[in-house]
């Protein structure tokens, strides 16, 4: 394959640079809250989301009759690259996510209600797949969900919701048919302002807020069935593939290493230059190497997707897996070369990298968990890629 852009797509991601420069905001980019900086979750956030969307950079790989552009897979990568570079809100949850699965299996009435409102951002969602008791086996979900004449009541709990306190609708999972595990989840979408909905907050170790969120006789009419009944396992397998890729960005990792790079260049330890380590000089060497690693293997799911059909899942695994163990390798040796003080609280100036070392380091633990963890893409892997058998 060509790991070369066009002219065509450079000169986009031109354009996406000049655009970000003259819309620059510290209230909307941030990178210190790496991979949480993509949530839109702010007034702010999502007036600046609008604006991509009045531009049809919400859009590019839509179909035209809802409003896209038809465009290449590439594009959007270029753009939510350039996005997550700058730590800003990104579009891989509403449009490449929900959106996506609307456009392949809602109904009619959904896509009229909700794909003209994602190009716009004038909607977020929640994404609710794990539970107490399912956290990367989806598949083992409980939440339940009892028909009730034209509708569905739904009693249970998920967990580790991160949008659910800001979000307007609940894209969630549930148990619809108990004697089958795989066959028996269905999709809905619910309003998470239902009086019969309660979130509780959860700190993370990242100082972000993620949820509870606690179903009591919550009613869901037909209409807000996502796709056929007791499809849901494989839309939610669908969807995940898409967020293994796109809510795991390279452009911060490529970032942390170039801050990496940069200390060590330039700083000394009792009297000697830092990039005269050999020991150091082999940990960045193979940092380096594997970063360039990375940005392949992205590429690699971007040409993938870009075939059409299903979205790529051994390319998403092996990206997601490569991609988030690196950035937390990274963040093992930027703390180790900084010494004691990169401990220091991120934003700390007298720190080694202004502290950024000590928030890469709680952030990405959680990369390694979230759109299923580092075990489950391994499994993925060995039975889709490798051939081999499920229990092994």
Avoid at 93 to 104: D, S, Y
Avoid at 239 to 245: G, V
Avoid at 303 to 319: D, I, L, N, Q, V
Wanted: aromatic share 10%.
């Amino acid at each position: 394959m060509d790991f070369e852009f066009s002219p065509a797509q450079l000169a986009f991601r031109d354009e996406v640079e000049q655009y970000l420069d003259a819309n620059d905001d510290p209230d909307v980019f941030d990178v210190t809250r790496e991979n949480m900086a993509q949530i839109v979750d702010t007034p702010k956030r999502r007036a600046f989301m609008a604006k991509l969307g009045e531009k049809g950079w919400l859009g590019i790989t839509w179909p035209k009759e809802w409003g896209g552009q038809e465009g290449d897979g590439v594009y959007e990568y270029l753009l939510n690259e350039a996005l997550a570079a700058r730590g800003g809100p990104q579009i891989g949850k509403g449009v490449g996510i929900i959106g996506k699965t609307i456009l392949a299996h809602g109904n009619e009435k959904m896509k009229q209600e909700f794909l003209p409102k994602i190009l716009r951002n004038e909607v977020e969602f929640a994404v609710g797949y794990s539970e107490p008791d399912a956290g990367s086996d989806a598949a083992s979900m409980r939440l339940k969900a009892t028909r009730d004449g034209d509708g569905w009541r739904l009693n249970g709990q998920k967990t580790w919701t991160t949008s659910a306190h800001f979000a307007e609708w609940y894209w969630v999972g549930a148990r619809t048919d108990p004697e089958s595990k795989h066959h028996g989840i269905t999709l809905f979408l619910v309003p998470l302002d239902h009086p019969n909905i309660t979130i509780n907050g959860i700190w993370t170790m990242g100082d972000e807020r993620t949820n509870d969120v606690f179903f009591d006789d919550v009613f869901v009419h037909d209409d807000y069935v996502v796709g056929e009944l007791n499809h849901g396992f494989q839309y939610i397998s669908e969807a995940l593939d898409l967020e293994r890729f796109t809510m795991f960005t390279f452009s911060p990792i490529e970032q942390r290493l170039d801050l990496l790079c940069d200390y060590v260049a330039n700083e000394t330890r009792d009297g000697k230059p830092l990039k005269d380590d050999p020991v150091i000089r082999q940990r960045i060497a193979q940092l380096v190497t594997q970063g360039e690693v990375a940005r392949v293997l992205g590429l690699k799911v971007v040409a993938a997707s870009m075939k059409g059909g299903a979205p790529p899942t051994t390319e998403s695994s092996e990206y997601k897996l490569f991609a988030t163990e690196l950035s937390k390798r990274l963040a093992d040796a930027s703390m180790d070369i900084g010494g004691p003080g990169a401990q220091l609280r991120v934003h700390t100036e007298e720190a080694p990298m202004e502290g950024r070392s000590e928030s890469t380091y709680r952030y990405t633990v959680i990369d390694t968990i979230g759109g299923g963890s580092s075990e489950i893409q391994k499994n993925i892997i060995a039975r889709r890629a490798l051939g081999l058998p499920k229990n092994f």
